[in-house]
């Protein structure tokens, strides 16, 4: 059976020291593949000054998290270097059309899925994906205002045929 798992891209500092967003899309997706480790994995995210301005492109961070909690550097297949959730289905739609998963699984936020869902529907619409929110631990003061950015843009992307 072919499995893939997409790991969303989140932001970095400047030291590539992993945001939470980001660490808890990983530990969710860790938790995923510990329990389903015959997927392969992608995580996405390159450079961008709103979320990496290092050296290394972001899934070189979102790698090491997960290699570094014994998931093998063999199941990663290419990592795709995105700047946004748009470049993040616009790059891997290819490798998962070529691919034809028997099940596809995209880990992104909480509070981000709804607007990846709309976006997925737009630029890869594979009928068999499986989206798993992974829980923010962000403290209120700093989740409110990614929901404020999240409900503008999805009403956004819904009031529009295009991305």
């Known amino acids: 059976m072919n499995k893939l798992l997409i ?29 389903n480790n015959d997927f392969k994995l992608v995580c996405t995210g390159g450079f961008g000054q709103h979320f990496n301005t290092t050296d290394k492109p972001h899934y070189y961070y979102a ?32 490798l998962v059309l070529e691919e034809k998963p028997d099940i596809l699984v995209i880990i992104t936020s909480d509070f981000h899925l709804s607007r990846a869902r709309v976006l997925y529907s737009k630029i890869i619409n594979y009928p068999k994906v499986v989206f798993i929110p992974a829980p923010s631990s962000l403290p209120e003061e700093q989740l409110l205002p990614l929901l404020e950015h999240e409900a503008r843009a999805l009403k956004k992307l819904n009031e529009t045929d295009s991305i």
């Open 7 to 35: 790991v969303l891209g989140a932001p970095n500092d400047h030291l590539g020291n992993l945001s939470q967003i980001a660490k808890d899309r990983l530990a969710c997706a860790h938790n995923f593949y510990s329990a």
């Open 63 to 94: 790698k090491k998290y997960l290699t570094d909690r014994s998931i093998p550097a063999d199941a990663f297949l290419n990592c795709p270097p995105s700047s946004n959730t748009i470049e993040d289905f616009q790059m891997t739609k290819d």
